[in-house]
């Protein structure tokens, strides 16, 4: 076999007099496992890599991923805090490394160069691809043809006091129990439209005609109080029609979370009568589909003239809401701009990234952009040490926040009164209000139930952290003990289930390997590594045989991870342009829309890298770039390193 070369990155000097507790616990295990008595058959070089400086242009919200249905899709807001570059990397310099977070190996042997990533938020495209392996793309706004929809008049029949009378009635505002609109018009299609539109736009509302003075008028009233307000109204819907209207969601620099709740808003119904396959980034352009449930898609097209960076389509009605998870992936458009590689520096790369791929790793927003990193909380869970889980959440911090948690944090460390230091926040629905409110409620003697308030996903999101980082660590381990081939000891799935490699070692590749994320339903590598991954625990004083906790949410039952991801439908194409500001390829708006496509400049000041890769479920973007640039994606080095290019 020929030999793949595979480089690794050196740990710079640590800007503090203290070296980091993590570190020292992952070197002394590299240190008692010994490299002597490699089973590999292939022969490894471990190449020290010299990045180059990269422009990489992160912020706290650039991150991309393609990881559906787990911790991502957050109830809570979240503290965020954008400034001039040079303030915000002063403050990041608190943040993490990818060395922190146990990402140390490239599977490549080429040099890195560097480049600018979301130099505009175009520059980031992804396509949902759909469980029967369709990629969604809007290319449609037409409407499905119902004769049981109601005329289009609807939308413009209510006046602008209607409508606010009506939106107060259905939200119960004030005290009436009905409103009156007067038909200027009597005829009985103009009442029909009317009652159409009431019922149509404001769900939990029934209406009827009444005489008054000599005068006919709708009577807007609640069918079943309470209990009817945005409830999608069962009789009012076609038998013969599907029960869910699905529609592709094009959106730009607009999280999915905030899609939906702007679409409830508009529709006045409930967020969770929308479902999806995966949520997806906010700084980017993103398509994919969404279903919900007993809204026409008539209505949804109407919106498009009101939304501002996003559009629905490709409308069709079915049985079935959508599930997450269901998805096969997503499909990546990048532009990777002013890059400083060779054209045959390009070529290796993108090579190396169809035939072997990349390393598997979680990326840096698995793992937070603060000075304290979700694994140590979840650590704390884990360890069920209840007031380092409040201390670690609530002690004032170093780095990027906004002031009023700086003043909450603050007054948390100075008089330890939940009630004092949650008058500090205006926002109490981020993770440190959410706890100071549990705090008030049950005391500081009952930290689990005040933790327990913080929604379940958020709660969960800390734990899988801390499974992330052991994985991370103990995948760099492999790499560096074995290399790239498939030996005796390590794990691979089939049907589902996990087995040892014995005497077929040669039956399998690199590609086949997975490595557990701890937990007690799962077993490990009969190797060097499985030792590991005990070493690794016990420092953190868990036994990594026993995963339970005495409270169920925290037991981990762990899983199963591909080692090497090899994407597909991998394209590339390196373009010159002179204009940072003009994008350099067509989205699928601007296709609909008619714009031709950019014309792009023969030769140029700068060159671009455009990209394109298909990924699955759980893996990351940004460490597929990370594979071809040689790069730290983490925002401590990305943002310090763009503030002296900015200067």
């Known amino acids: 076999m020929e030999a793949l070369e595979m480089t690794s990155l050196k740990r710079p000097h640590s800007e503090d007099a203290v070296a980091n507790v993590d570190e020292i616990k992952r070197q002394k295990i590299s240190e008692e496992s010994s490299k002597a008595g490699n089973n590999s058959e292939q022969s490894v070089d471990i190449v020290t890599e010299q990045p180059g400086k990269t422009l990489l242009e992160y912020k706290k919200d650039d991150i991309i991923l393609n990881e559906e249905g787990e911790e991502e899709d957050n109830e809570l807001e979240e503290s965020d805090e954008e400034g001039d570059p040079e303030s915000f990397a002063d403050m990041m310099k608190h943040g993490l490394t990818e060395l922190d977070v146990g990402i140390t190996k490239f599977v490549s042997s080429h040099k890195g160069f560097s480049g600018i990533l979301k130099e505009r938020y175009s520059d980031f495209v992804v396509h949902e691809i759909g469980k029967d392996g369709r990629i969604s793309h809007l290319d449609d706004f037409s409407?499905?043809?119902d004769v049981e929809d109601p005329s289009e008049e609807i939308f413009t029949v209510l006046s602008d006091e209607d409508k606010q009378h009506l939106e107060e009635l259905q939200l119960f505002k004030n005290k009436e129990t009905s409103v009156a609109i007067e038909v200027i018009e009597d005829t009985k299609e103009k009442?029909?439209?009317i009652h159409q539109a009431v019922k149509s736009l404001f769900p939990g509302l029934e209406t009827?005609?009444?005489?008054?003075?000599?005068?006919?008028?709708?009577?807007?009233?609640?069918?079943?109080?309470?209990?009817a307000l945005a409830n999608p109204r069962k009789h009012s819907w076609p038998k013969s029609r599907g029960s869910y209207c699905h529609f592709v969601l094009y959106k730009e620099n607009k999280d999915t979370m905030d899609a939906i709740n702007v679409l409830s808003k508009f529709l006045r119904v409930k967020p969770n009568i929308f479902s999806y396959m995966g949520t997806k980034d906010k700084r980017a352009i993103t398509v994919q589909e969404i279903a919900v449930l007993r809204i026409t898609a008539q209505r949804l097209a109407h919106l498009n003239k009101c939304l501002m960076n996003f559009k629905l389509g490709n409308f069709s009605y079915k049985n079935h809401p959508l599930k997450l998870g269901e998805l096969q992936g997503n499909h990546f458009t990048v532009v990777l701009r002013n890059i400083t590689g060779t054209d045959d520096q390009v070529q290796q790369a993108m090579h190396s990234l169809r035939e072997i791929g990349f390393i598997n790793y979680y990326g840096m927003q698995r793992f937070g952009t603060t000075a304290v990193p979700t694994y140590q909380v979840g650590r704390a869970i884990l360890q069920n040490n209840w007031n380092e889980v409040m201390d670690l959440i609530l002690k004032p911090r170093p780095g990027a926040e906004k002031g009023y948690l700086v003043k909450c944090r603050e007054e948390w460390a100075k008089t330890k009164d939940p009630?004092?230091?949650?008058?500090?926040?205006?926002?109490?629905?981020c993770v440190e209000g959410q706890l100071l409110r549990g705090l008030s409620k049950y005391g500081l003697k009952n930290i689990v139930s005040a933790f327990g308030i913080i929604p379940r996903n958020n709660r969960l999101m800390y734990i899988h952290s801390y499974q992330s980082y052991i994985w991370n660590n103990m995948v760099s381990k492999r790499i560096e003990e074995y290399g790239l081939t498939a030996i005796s000891g390590d794990l691979v799935l089939k049907g589902g289930t996990a087995v040892h490699i014995e005497a077929d070692v040669d039956d399998y590749t690199i590609?086949?390997?997975?490595?557990?994320?701890?937990?007690f339903d799962v077993i490990y590598p009969k190797h060097k590594i499985g030792d590991a991954y005990k070493e690794m625990l016990a420092a953190d004083n868990l036994?990594?045989?026993?995963?339970?906790?005495?409270?169920?949410d925290y037991s981990l039952s762990g899983a199963y991870r591909k080692i090497i991801i090899r994407p597909q439908n991998v394209r590339w194409e390196v373009v010159a342009y002179d204009d940072p500001r003009i994008p350099l390829f067509n989205t699928d708006l601007d296709k609909l829309e008619g714009k031709p496509p950019p014309i792009l400049a023969t030769e140029g000041k700068?060159?671009?890298?455009?990209?394109?890769?298909?990924?699955?479920?759980?893996?990351y973007a940004t460490m597929a770039i990370r594979e071809v640039l040689k790069m730290d994606t983490s925002i401590k080095n990305q943002t310090q390193l763009n503030t002296i290019w900015l200067r």
């Open 143 to 145: 409407v499905p043809v």
């Open 606 to 619: 700068f060159k671009a890298l455009k990209m394109e890769f298909s990924l699955p479920p759980s893996t």
């Open 419 to 429: 009630a004092a230091a949650l008058k500090k926040l205006p926002v109490k629905r």
């Open 208 to 227: 009827k005609t009444e005489d008054r003075d000599g005068k006919k008028y709708i009577i807007a009233y609640h069918a079943a109080g309470k209990k």
């Open 511 to 519: 590609h086949d390997i997975v490595m557990p994320l701890p937990g």
């Open 543 to 552: 036994d990594v045989s026993n995963m339970r906790h005495k409270i169920r």
């Open 191 to 193: 009442r029909t439209i």
